[in-house]
């Protein structure tokens, strides 16, 4: 067989992508496997993806449709959940958890409700944490403003 790039040269193997035979000038080894140079980066953005059988990790972004983040190509960097929000039911509502059912926090959130804002003193520290911007969501996002 000869390559299909160089047809004087004798093909030395064939890319596990597109099944075309090349020469070893033409080929590249990435882990056991030949590849051309075309398709190369195939092989590398399936590396990148994770381990073989899984799927690429999924954000998920809280009450927004993840079509319209994938239409427009941005990516949230922050809750959909407004600081304002959360900073008003932990005032008025703080002591039965309402703001960590808001957020997503569940658990925490039944926590709060049966020990009383965690004796108070979860409550106090949850005010001081929406106030100074750094409570965030069930995800990890930090609330937005307004």
Not at 85 to 114: D, E, I, Q, S
Request: net charge positive; hydrophobic share 40%; aromatic share 16%.
């Amino acid at each position: 067989m000869r390559c299909a790039n160089h047809p004087q040269a004798e093909a030395s193997g064939a890319c596990v992508y597109c099944g075309k035979f090349f020469c070893s000038d033409c080929l590249v080894d990435y882990r056991g496997r030949s590849y051309c140079k075309a398709h190369i980066g195939n092989a590398l953005d399936a590396a990148s993806a994770g381990p073989a059988g899984y799927p690429p990790p999924i954000t998920i972004h809280n009450n927004v449709s993840a079509a319209a983040v994938a239409r427009s190509g941005y990516v949230l960097r922050c809750s959909t959940k407004s600081k304002t929000a959360a900073f008003l039911l932990c005032l008025f509502f703080g002591l039965f958890g309402v703001h960590r059912f808001y957020v997503g926090k569940f658990g925490t959130g039944l926590l709060w409700a049966f020990t009383g804002g965690l004796f108070v003193f979860g409550w106090i520290v949850d005010l001081v944490s929406i106030a100074s911007g750094t409570f965030a969501d069930s995800y990890g996002f930090q609330l937005k403003r307004g």
